[in-house]
C-alpha cells in the first residue's frame, strides 16, 4: 500500500526545507506519495503542489488581515480533502499561524500531525505552547534549547539541528571567496544586508548609507558589498543612493549573493533574522540591527522575552556581537561598532571559535534526523 503524506511549507525557505525532508523520506519509503501545498523546490522532488506556498507569504498583520478570507478558504479545502484522502500523516513546515489551525484539525481526525520549524516560542507569544500541544502530535526542533519547552509541556519532540549547519562549510573559502569577486586579500570589506522584503531595504537603506558614510571618512580604502535578493530591493537602494547623492562611494550591489558577500567580508551590518544565523555559521563578526514601525516595536518589545533579538547572542546566551536597534541605529554607533572588529583582530579569532562551536552544535544531519522522527509516524508505531 502506498504510503500517502500532506504537507503545507510556507514561504521561500519552508519550500528548501520540505524539499530535503522529502528527499530523506524518499530514500527509506521510495514510492511515497507527497499532496498538498508548496513550492518550486518541493514539486523537483515530485510533491503534488494543490496550492503555491507563495500564497502564505503574507508580510505584517495588515496584510494578514487583508488576506484573512482567502487564506481560511484555502486552508478549510485542504482539510476538506486531508479528511477524505486519509494520508498518514500530516507535515506543517514553519508557517504556524497557517498550519497550527490545520495540524490540531487533522489530529482530531486521527491523523498524526507534524511541527517541523519550531515556533519561536523562547522570544515571545509563549502562551502558544498550549496550543501546540493540543494540535501537534511530534514537534521537530532546530535549536538545541527547544525540546525541554515542550517537554514540560507534555509534548512529544525531536532536536533536528538547523539544514544550514549541514550546508555551510566549517571553513568558508573566504581566499576562493574574494578571487571570484574580484577583491584582492589586502583590501578591507564591509558586506551590508538590509533585509530581504522590500519593507526593510526602505527602512535601512538611508542608514546603511549613512553608515558607509561615516566610516570612509576614517577609511577611504574601504569596499562595501550589499547583496539585494530581488529587482525590486535592488531598485529601492539605487533610488535611495540617487536622493543622498552618494552614487560615487565604493558600494557594490549584488543580485544576491549574500553568503559570498558574507564570506568575503571583513565585518558584516546586518539586519536581524536568519541572515545574522548565517554570518556566524561563515565565522563572521557583525553588527546585528533593525527598524521597524515605532508602534509595532514597541508592541514586541513589551511582548519579548529574551534580552537579544540576534539568533547568534540568543543561541550562546550571551551578548557576542552588538545589537543596534530602532532610535539606538544610529550610523555614528553603527559605524563605531562595525569599526571596532576592524580594528580588533584577536577579539574577532575568538568569536570565530565560539561561532565554530557553535556550528558543530547545529551540524545533525537535519532532513535525515526528521526522517527517522516522522517514519514511526507513517507504520503506525508511534505512541
Not at 528548501?16 to 506519495?33: F, G, T
Not at 506556498?53 to 494578514?64: F, K
Not at 529574551?306 to 550610523?331: F, Y
Request: glycine share 6%.
Amino acid at each position: 500500500m502506498t504510503v500517502r503524506i500532506a504537507m503545507v511549507a510556507g514561504e521561500t525557505s519552508g519550500d528548501l526545507l520540505a524539499s530535503h525532508l522529502i528527499r530523506a523520506l524518499r530514500q527509506r519509503i521510495p514510492d511515497a506519495e507527497f499532496f498538498g501545498i508548496g513550492g518550486p523546490k518541493m514539486q523537483a522532488e515530485g510533491f503534488d503542489a494543490r496550492w503555491s506556498s507563495e500564497l502564505l507569504a503574507v508580510h505584517g498583520y495588515v496584510d494578514a488581515l487583508k488576506r484573512y478570507r482567502e487564506l481560511s478558504g484555502i486552508r478549510r479545502s485542504l482539510l476538506a480533502q486531508i479528511r477524505k484522502e486519509r494520508p498518514a500523516a500530516f507535515i506543517g513546515v514553519d508557517a504556524p499561524d497557517f498550519n497550527l489551525w490545520l495540524e490540531g484539525k487533522t489530529k482530531d481526525a486521527g491523523i498524526p500531525a507534524i511541527h517541523f520549524v519550531s515556533p519561536s516560542i523562547w522570544a515571545w507569544r509563549g502562551g502558544r505552547i498550549k496550543r501546540i500541544a493540543r494540535s501537534v502530535s511530534h514537534m521537530l526542533c532546530l535549536f538545541p534549547f527547544e525540546p525541554e519547552l515542550y517537554e514540560r509541556a507534555g509534548v512529544a519532540v525531536s532536536y533536528v539541528g538547523h539544514p544550514l549547519a549541514d550546508v555551510f562549510p566549517l571553513h568558508p573559502d573566504r581566499e576562493g571567496t574574494r578571487a571570484r569577486l574580484g577583491i584582492g586579500l589586502e583590501r578591507r570589506v564591509v558586506a551590508m544586508l538590509p533585509g530581504s522584503r522590500q519593507s526593510e531595504v526602505r527602512n535601512l537603506a538611508d542608514n546603511y548609507i549613512d553608515t558607509a558614510q561615516c566610516m570612509l571618512a576614517r577609511d577611504p580604502a574601504l569596499i562595501f558589498l550589499v547583496p539585494l535578493a530581488t529587482r525590486e530591493t535592488r531598485t529601492i537602494f539605487e533610488h535611495a543612493l540617487r536622493r543622498k547623492q552618494a552614487t560615487e562611494l565604493p558600494i557594490r550591489m549584488l543580485f544576491g549573493h549574500s553568503v559570498e558577500a558574507m564570506t568575503a567580508a571583513d565585518v558584516v551590518l546586518v539586519a536581524s533574522g536568519t541572515a545574522s544565523l548565517e554570518a556566524a555559521l561563515l565565522k563572521r563578526p557583525m553588527v546585528i540591527t533593525y527598524r521597524i514601525g515605532a508602534w509595532q516595536y514597541r508592541l514586541m518589545k513589551h511582548m519579548a522575552y529574551l534580552p537579544w533579538v540576534g539568533l547568534p547572542n540568543i543561541l550562546c546566551e550571551e551578548s557576542l556581537v552588538p545589537e543596534l536597534l530602532q532610535d539606538e541605529a544610529t550610523p555614528d554607533k553603527l559605524a563605531l561598532a562595525l569599526e571596532a572588529w576592524l580594528n580588533e583582530p584577536e577579539r574577532c579569532a575568538a568569536l570565530e571559535c565560539r561561532f565554530t562551536e557553535l556550528h558543530l552544535t547545529l551540524r545533525q544531519n537535519t532532513a535525515h534526523k526528521a526522517a527517522e522522527a516522522i517514519l514511526p509516524y507513517l507504520s503506525g508505531a508511534a505512541p
